[in-house]
């Protein structure tokens, strides 16, 4: 599986972006996506994430109510919908595939990787 995110950019606190992550490959509907981020001279953390049968979300304390993750299996894409942006949430957006069933939220369980996409909030 390849992920290719895009959708980022600069953006006002308060505002919003929509960021959105097309993987290749048939058999997408069976995996797990998440989407991590790495601010500079931080770890990568877990920001969301959705099951394959998009049942059950699961979101970072410090997104919650704010992010909304969602898929779209026809169309192989996972998109993070950010509202209500704080200067803390600058950062490199990752979206992530895992196989297995579970929404999990260390970066080791996660199987493929995007290759990011820069977000920045002015204040």
């Known amino acids: 599986v390849q992920l290719q995110a895009s959708g980022g950019g600069l953006v006002q606190a308060g505002g919003s972006l929509r960021l959105s992550c097309i993987a290749s490959?048939?058999?997408?509907?069976?995996?797990?996506m998440a989407w991590f981020r790495q601010a500079p001279g931080k770890e990568r953390e877990f920001v969301a994430g959705?099951?394959?049968?998009?049942?059950?979300?699961y979101y970072a304390d410090s997104v919650k109510g704010r992010f909304t993750i969602s898929r779209d299996n026809p169309k192989n894409t996972v998109y993070l919908q950010m509202n209500s942006l704080k200067p803390e949430d600058t950062a490199v957006y990752y979206c992530?595939?895992?196989?297995?069933?579970?929404?999990?939220?260390?970066?080791?369980?996660?199987?493929?990787w995007g290759q990011g996409t820069q977000v920045t909030v002015s204040s």
């Open positions: 992530a595939a895992d196989s297995s069933r579970g929404i999990g939220v260390h970066l080791h369980e996660y199987d493929y």
């Open positions: 490959g048939r058999t997408f509907s069976s995996y797990t």
């Open positions: 959705i099951s394959w049968n998009i049942i059950r979300t």
